[in-house]
């Protein structure tokens, strides 16, 4: 199957600071998205991105398809920010399951 | 975005009986919805497919007569967990998919299920 690996694994950073988060994936796929775990486990929809480039307030992403990687960009974090964040990917167009990455666990300190 | 409900939030039961779990597309139609388990500082790993009128299918070592799927409906599905023992406390959560631009899953708040 399909193999997802996010980079860093952990990412420890100050308040105010920026990030990059990457997805890199083992073969082509038709949907990639990007979650953030809050503490409580649920898992809130940061971008719906096969391809092209995003951006929603502070967060953007760019996934790069024919190259089989994804970036999530944070620019001045917040506290509010700190959790794990997934990448997912489904080679079918909805009706197949999601892989899901490694994962990156966020940690941003006041 | 589109709204994926599931109850409970979090349970407790003892080792032998059984929980239910439900999972419903609010604002749409879901033919199919998925099933997940994540472990403590783990990934989410599917554990089946629930599929509108039909058998589930399972992944691989996921045992379907101790995860009983049913998708009764085209905005329900349920999770049962049979027989419950320590080892099937875990985070379960279920996702389904809004078709619009494009086809992207919404999850559930997820089930802390604790076998005690």
């Known amino acids: 199957g399909i193999q997802v690996e996010q980079s860093p694994p952990d990412l420890i950073l100050q308040e105010g600071a920026n990030s990059t988060l990457r997805c890199n994936f083992s073969d082509s796929v038709n949907n990639l998205q990007w979650f953030h775990q809050n503490p409580w486990g649920q898992l809130i929809n940061l971008f719906y991105?096969?391809?092209g480039t995003k951006q929603n307030g502070r967060l953007s992403a760019t996934t790069v398809a024919t190259e089989r990687y994804s970036l999530l960009y944070i620019s001045s974090s917040q506290t509010t920010d700190s959790g794990v964040y997934f990448c997912a990917v489904e080679r079918g167009f909805g009706n197949e399951k999601l892989t899901f990455g490694t994962g990156t666990r966020l940690t941003i300190i006041p | 975005g589109a709204v994926v409900s599931q109850h409970p939030s979090r349970v407790i039961c003892k080792s032998g009986t059984s929980v239910k779990i439900e999972c419903r597309s609010l604002d749409f139609q879901a033919t199919t919805m998925f099933w997940y388990r994540q472990f403590p500082k783990q990934s989410l790993m599917l554990m089946a497919t629930?599929?509108?009128?039909?058998?589930?299918?399972?992944e691989q070592g996921v045992e379907k007569d101790k995860f009983l799927i049913n998708h009764a409906s085209l905005t329900l599905s349920t999770l049962t967990v049979t027989s419950a023992h320590p080892e099937d406390s875990s985070f379960y959560i279920c996702?389904?998919?809004?078709?619009?631009?494009?086809?992207?899953?919404?999850f559930g708040q997820g089930t802390r299920l604790t076998v005690v």
């Open positions: 996702s389904a998919t809004k078709r619009g631009t494009g086809a992207e899953a919404f």
């Open positions: 629930s599929n509108e009128g039909s058998k589930a299918t399972y």
């Open positions: 991105i096969p391809s």
